[in-house]
Nanobody
Framework: QVQVAESGGGLVQAGDSLRLTCSAS????????VAWFRQAPGREREFVSG????????IYDDSVKGRFSISRNNPQNMVFLHMTSLQPEDTAVYYC????????????????WGQGTQVTVSA
């Protein structure tokens, strides 16, 4: 099965932009729907955005709609999360997750997870 790994996190200031990358190996990523989740200290892991296998469906949490954009490049086995107008409340560890099921907001639908990448937004 596929393995995924996140990259692109870092420390930025409020209002800045950042692009996260989810890179896949072991199997073609276009077999999978992919989503981004995040987890802030002391909080549960929450859905951010998801994209279907062929990118015909994209979904976003209301908290990031209009600021974040998800995309994928299947030949390169990558999924991207473009984050703009970042705010301190976006600070979290961001996780990439994959599933052979349809894209959804449900954490339990995803059985393949990366190790996460830290995003810190200072005020």
């Amino acid at each position: 099965q596929v393995q995924v790994a996140e990259s692109g996190g870092g420390l930025v200031q409020a209002g800045d932009s950042l692009r996260l990358t989810c890179s896949a190996s072991g199997r073609a990523l276009d077999d999978y729907a992919v989503a981004w989740f995040r987890q802030a200290p002391g909080r549960e892991r929450e859905f951010v955005s998801g994209i279907s296998r062929w990118a015909n469906k994209k979904i976003y949490d209301d908290s990031v709609k209009g600021r974040f954009s998800i995309s994928r490049n299947n030949p390169q086995n990558m999924v991207f999360l473009h984050m703009t107008s970042l705010q301190p409340e976006d600070t979290a560890v961001y996780y990439c997750a994959a599933t052979l099921r349809l894209v959804s907001r449900d954490l339990g639908s995803y059985n393949i997870w990366g190790q996460g990448t830290q995003v810190t937004v200072s005020a």
